[in-house]
């Protein structure tokens, strides 16, 4: 088959995953371009959306006869932004994988496959993104080997939404404990987003690491 993976952030954490979905998908006998941009992508079986930062056109979605989205949450339930750190900050343990067909609405496709993947509570952020990454490949290649021999499933229930995160979402209170807070340094991205506080009109950042 001819398969497209778009990661339209080149400097995602996702890039690593797509990588080893296309070695995979490779070995099959599968024809996989790797590709940045929406205009990169031609009529193809299948295009997978992975991380991707901006909504894809009717016109792209036609190109393929199956469009697909991975997503770290039980839809309908945690639809939009950042759903698997929204889920962190909850504290949320047991996490659902689905894997569904892309629409123009946010996350309003069939679902074609499920998995989830546990959290201690203790995981920091290259952890986490570590076991979605792990899901997020097994599932696609199941899809791909299953492909043409499974039907989605409507999403059913009323549907939540999460906001996107920006830089600001890593800000700790000095008032409150590590404890109070330690969800949210679990989440925060040491380079790109790192945590950071306020003292005396002062700023200062806080990076955080697992002493293994």
């Not at 991707?52 to 006869?65: A, E, F, G, H, N």
């Amino acid at each position: 088959m001819k398969i497209y993976i778009l990661v339209d952030d080149p400097e995602s954490w996702i890039i690593e995953w797509a990588r080893k979905i296309k070695q995979s998908l490779s070995k099959g006998g599968h024809y996989i371009s790797l590709v940045h941009h929406q205009s990169e992508i031609e009529v193809c079986d299948i295009a997978f959306y992975l991380g991707c930062t901006k909504i894809v056109s009717r016109q792209v979605l036609d190109k393929s006869k199956s469009s697909i989205v991975v997503h770290p949450s039980n839809l309908p339930k945690g639809r939009g932004f950042s759903p698997l750190a929204w889920q962190v900050l909850e504290g949320n343990h047991e996490i659902t994988v689905c894997l569904f067909e892309a629409t123009e609405g946010v996350d309003e496709g069939g679902i074609y496959l499920k998995s989830s993947f546990n959290l201690s509570g203790l995981e920091l952020n290259d952890e986490i993104k570590q076991k979605q990454g792990q899901a997020i490949l097994d599932l696609c290649l199941e899809y791909v080997k299953k492909y043409g021999h499974i039907k989605t499933e409507a999403q059913l229930g009323e549907p939540t939404y999460y906001d996107r995160r920006s830089k600001g979402n890593s800000e700790l209170d000095v008032h409150k404990t590590i404890s109070e807070q330690f969800n949210l340094l679990r989440v925060v991205d040491n380079e790109r987003y790192p945590a950071f506080f306020y003292f005396k009109n002062k700023k200062y950042i806080l990076k955080i690491y697992d002493d293994k």
